[in-house]
């Protein structure tokens, strides 16, 4: 019986440390600003939705972690201020152990922007997050405590360029974790009137007990079917860390009081 107990203990801790490894960390966690890691301050317009079906996947020597799919739903409630709601089915596959699959941790949050662009200043906003702890964390599949998020983004453009980037600290309770800072950039070009490419650099701090800070780069893609249907993918892997590499792809459906709206993730 001791035995049994003493297996299960070490089946859960593993598990939990392929989650903290794969998913609590940005380069596999919340995809703050589809396709990208990095967010923007701009929230969607007012009495219109944004609405994503999407994949997320990461890899690293510890194993395999992601969602499949997840939904996340924004709506602009005010001219600056968006709700912002992500439900996951997630899974997890520790290297050598059997593959779980469920109900993962919710995102709620609420995005809300203070200051406006102009010709010659970057609009500003902050988005907090806090992460619900829906998910079995005994599977690997939610963190067990409720995480927050507390950021703040700029972003200015400029002809067929825009760029936007921040960051803020992670509120990170659970075994083995530990609260840390993210912050990441963006910049992306609109290629044609459909297409458009981009890439972001982040950095983080130890997320973990022992763990050691990441740096990690996307590339991204956002093209536009036409104004209301979209499809949005990036993939990167990390420049210092372990070696992680992780995948995003999303259709995102955009519309409001007036029909379809051209508002979409390329910003």
Request: without cysteine; proline residues 6%; hydrophobic residues 35%.
């Amino acid at each position: 019986m001791m035995q049994l107990d003493t297996l299960r203990h070490i089946r859960s801790f593993s598990l939990l440390g392929v989650l903290a490894t794969l998913l609590l960390s940005p380069s596999s966690g919340a995809w703050a600003g589809p396709p990208y890691i990095t967010d923007d301050p701009e929230p969607v317009e007012y009495q219109h939705w944004e609405v994503y079906l999407a994949s997320q996947y990461s890899h690293n020597a510890d194993g395999t972690a992601g969602t499949a799919p997840h939904i996340e739903v924004n709506y602009g409630v005010h001219p600056n201020m968006q709700l912002h709601l992500i439900m996951p089915f997630s899974y997890s596959h520790p290297s050598g152990m059997p593959l779980q699959y469920g109900l993962g941790d919710a995102e709620l949050g609420v995005k809300y922007r203070f200051a406006q662009e102009t010709a010659t200043r970057p609009q500003v906003g902050v988005f907090p997050l806090l992460e619900v702890p829906t998910g079995d964390s005994g599977r690997g599949l939610g963190n067990g405590q409720a995480q927050m998020f507390l950021p703040v983004w700029i972003q200015k453009s400029w002809g067929k360029w825009s760029s936007y980037g921040g960051g803020g600290y992670w509120i990170n309770p659970g075994v083995g974790n530990r609260n840390y800072w993210f912050t990441g950039w963006q910049i992306q070009r609109s290629l044609t009137k459909q297409l458009s490419l981009g890439t972001e650099l982040f950095f983080a701090s130890p997320n973990v007990v022992g763990g050691s800070g990441r740096s990690g780069f996307n590339v991204g893609l956002v093209y536009d079917f036409n104004e209301g249907h979209h499809l949005l993918f990036s993939t990167g892997t990390d420049l210092h860390g372990d070696g992680k590499g992780a995948a995003y792809l999303a259709y995102q459906w955009t519309f409001g009081r007036h029909g379809e709206t051209d508002k979409n993730s390329s910003k």
